[in-house]
């Protein structure tokens, strides 16, 4: 997946791997028996004496098939429980007991974000809070009260035209409250791989995981509208 | 609502622009020039609100026609204005809607391609030079130039600017203007309309070539428009289907082109957001569900023994409720007001004022596609619990008669959710009612679990008919009973049961509580299992079998890969910690054209190679069938594979144009572009394959071999009526019987049978043996 975010890089990894083994698993099968058990020409033996108007004989294997009821079922619950632990990362409670990031930061405190390798989770000591509106069609930024080199807010132009650019600090966590002034948008932040829809008379929010030095688009990836496609906007990552 | 007044998106620029000058009104213009769209249309408000005519506009260098690629040295100037000339006095901005400016001084800077402005060394000129390069592809070239006539002070007293409009013919010559696409769609719908008209009369000549006049063709036509027959019926349609496929098949290839290359100006976003809209809701509802339920129109009575559905007056209604729900749902396109909310229809968009006026008579199409799909569950399910033949136990339907069970079970319990969803957003597009009024407390969340609630179900409803056919064709062709008959029938009830809980997972990033989320993730994962069943039951079919290969056997095969292919890019969904990235990606659409197209689609052409036959009484040509087949697999796996990376890498669905990397930011590698082109040829390749199997069937209904009862040597009863079958199907004095090669299943039902057997009303003349 070229590494988007380590949260979800090795379970991706091995969620391909596990593709291609039931791949080649199952299209094996199916190649060795459309080639091994094809007809040959001009026969046509019947093999299980089929005949209009008489129920077929019946052909199973009890044995057989509660192996691929069973077998299925173990790699879906190991795929289960490996896809569980990154979920208490990215619905982590905002707050130092029983969250991964940590109390809102205060004055001069820094969020010093890290990816523990050995639980494969992201820890910080204190987070930031910002705020996105959604509006059709563009992105409104809000840092609230953070400083100018953690968090602001300017214009850019991409692709001709004057579009908001979101300047956030590297090994940092942003908290990002957001709700929509109109209809359902969400901000994909591709290059963290995260997204969350933005409603209008709710409050939605998602974890901001700045740990990389890049300059990214921001695209809406919720149809809201004639403009849906050009609602763009910059991210910046300084260090 | 509040579209009281319908204000275009000129006049809030224009309100906005007003709303800017008054409130401040000495916005100082930057001194190395401005660009964009905005300035484009409305001019630099910054200098003055609108142009001024005194300022006398000159643009030098440029032919009346242009020789493609040549270069020619083209100068701006202007007189007039506040002062004569000096620092600060001057500015510009050019946009060419083709070719390439090249900047030869540095009074002069490129902003795009075909744009450039002044730089604030340029500030101080009245006349700049630089070089502009045609483009090759010879069609007209427009070009829009302003100029500010700015009195240097720093401050916007006396500013002005003006406008000047020029088009340089191409050397294609005059009159080649980019079609628009509306007509493009509007006319291809013609033509296809006059084609299937064309067919049908030809349809009417082959029945009796000897009586081709108005005298015989009023009562033929009568005939099938009033007709109840189940097979009259079911090729209606079929028919419908076909020719929808069609439709929402030249919306896909306007897709297509549009995204054949990054920023394109094929159609514009209006015009995109409309097709993508009709291309869902055509290809689910006015393609797939029709296809589905001509096959089971013509094949469900003829393999459970009946002459007819149980209410044929009821299954009329059903199929005539179609094309007008049809025409409702297309009415926008022809006023350029079609419904731009996606197939999803996410509310509140789809009641806002934004979201176009056709809206409403898609709603209206759709409300009445509810009733013709409830119509149709109650019409099957009573017939299959009726109308089985004596010896047809439940457990000795055939495989494809229990797939449009389990369907229009699901569809009977699901579409209810989906109705009320669809009264309240036409309620509220009508007379101003406020379920999804968020201002007046309405839920954003609501439709979405309606939609999806109904949503989910619908795209098993669509998958499953088919897992029935590649059932029959499988077990068919290699000579064999099916494998696990049983375990079949319960995976396609299991797959039934947990279609319900799992809709969830299409609202993974929306805001929905994160317990429920993980419910869904669950249930989600479960889907796996009855999947594999069938998929493993239908491998292992083969195994020691004796495989025939027919044009049905390789679409049966080539729908086993797709669709465990497409069966595993689902996989990733269900992981919630993957989803965020995936969720409305190219990904995402990869995934389910795979499970629609190489399920669904393939399916239904193994059902249509496989029961012409019976159907019209000939054989279909198998050359052209094989052709038909290779063709299409292999230009389908072009267009959808690559799709897979594409998502990943960044590309959002529903969207009228993709970005590139820049210097600047971020977002597709430069090889996201070939590939969309890739994707669009194959697409043209796939979309055209398509018209061998349908001039397939048409010259093999004049011209085939005449069908024997039973080609493939099936078992069940349609292959024990003449081919095409006579009306009634079945002689109602003289039913047919089901033998059963295993006696001890029809005395022995196993527990799960009694069970089942006591649920459902016994039939007359059938013992209850528990």
Known sequence: MGLITPLFDDLWNEYV??????????????????????????????????????????????????????????????????????????????????????????????????????????????????????????WEFDCLNLEEDICAVSTTQIEGSDRPLLSLKDDTAYFATMTSNDVTHAPWFVSFGIKEDVQPGMITSQWILADDVENFLLLCTEYCGDDHAYMIAGVSVHA | MKRKTLITRSMVALILISVAMVVSPAVNSLPTGVGGTGIQTSG???????????????????????????????????????????????GFNLW??????????????????AEVTHTEVGN?????????????????????????????????????WNRLDLSVVGSLGVGLDPADPFTVLATLIIISSVLLLITILYGFYRTNPEAFDWEHLAPWITEWLTSTDHKKIGTLYFIQGLFFLGIGGILAMMIRLQLAGPEMGFISQDQYNQFFTLHG???????????????????VPLQIGAPDLALPRINALSFWLQPFAALLIFTGVFSGQGADTGWTGYAPYVVSAGAHSGVTMWVAGQIMLVASSTLTGINFLTTMAVMRAEGMGWMQMPLFTWSILVANLMLFLSIPAFGIGLLQVYLDRTISTAFYDIAAGGDPLLWSHLFWYFGHPEVYVVIVPAFGVISEVLATSARRSIFGYRSMVYAMAGIGIVAFIVYGHHMFTSGMSPSLRFVTMLTTMLVAVPTGIKIFNWLKTMHGGSLVYRTHTLWALGFLVTFTLGGISGMFFPSIAMDTHLHETYFVVAHFHYVLVGGTVFGFFAAIYYWYPKMTGRMLDERLGTLHFLTAFVTYNGIFWPMHRLGVVGMPRRTHTYFITTDDFTNLPEWAADWNLFISVCAFLFFFSNFIMVFNMLISLARGQKAPADPWGGWSFEWMTSSPPPTPSFDWNNLPVLKDANEHIAHEPSVMGIWFNKLMVPEDNEEVNN
């Open chain 1, 17 to 138: 791997v596990w593709s291609a083994l039931v791949g080649i698993f199952t299209f094996g099968w199916l190649y060795h028996h459309s080639y091994w058990y094809r007809s040959e020409e001009g026969e046509s033996p019947n093999i299980d004496n089929l005949q209009v108007g008489v129920f077929p004989k019946e052909y199973d294997n009890l044995k057989l098939e509660i192996t691929w009821i069973v077998a299925p079922f173990i790699l879906i619950v190991y795929l289960t429980f490996i896809s569980w632990a990154p979920l208490d990362n990215i619905w982590s409670a905002a707050n130092a007991e029983s969250g991964y990031f940590g109390d809102e930061c205060a004055d001069g405190e820094t969020s010093n974000l890290i990816f523990n390798e050995d639980s494969g989770m992201y820890e910080a000591d204190c987070y930031n809070v910002i705020e996105i509106t959604g509006y059709q069609w563009y």
């Open chain 2, 44 to 90: 630099c408000n910054c200098h003055a609100a609108a142009p001024t005519a005194t300022i006398d506009v000159t643009l030098d260098g440029l032919p009346d026609q242009y020789n493609s690629s040549e270069t020619y040295t083209i100068t701006v100037s202007f007189e007039g204005g506040p002062i004569e000339s000096g620092v600060n006095s001057g």
């Open chain 2, 96 to 113: 060419a809607s083709g070719g390439e400016f090249t900047v030869i001084d540095a009074t002069v800077q490129s902003r795009a391609t």
């Open chain 2, 124 to 160: 101080d000129y009245r006349t700049w030079t630089m070089e502009w390069i045609a483009p090759s592809h010879g069609r007209n070239v427009d070009f829009i130039l302003h100029v500010n006539s700015v009195n240097g002070d720093g401050s916007n007293s006396g500013d002005s």
């Open chain 2, 281 to 299: 809701t055509t290809m689910i509802f006015l393609a797939a569900m029709p296809l589905i339920n001509g096959f089971a129109n013509w094949i």
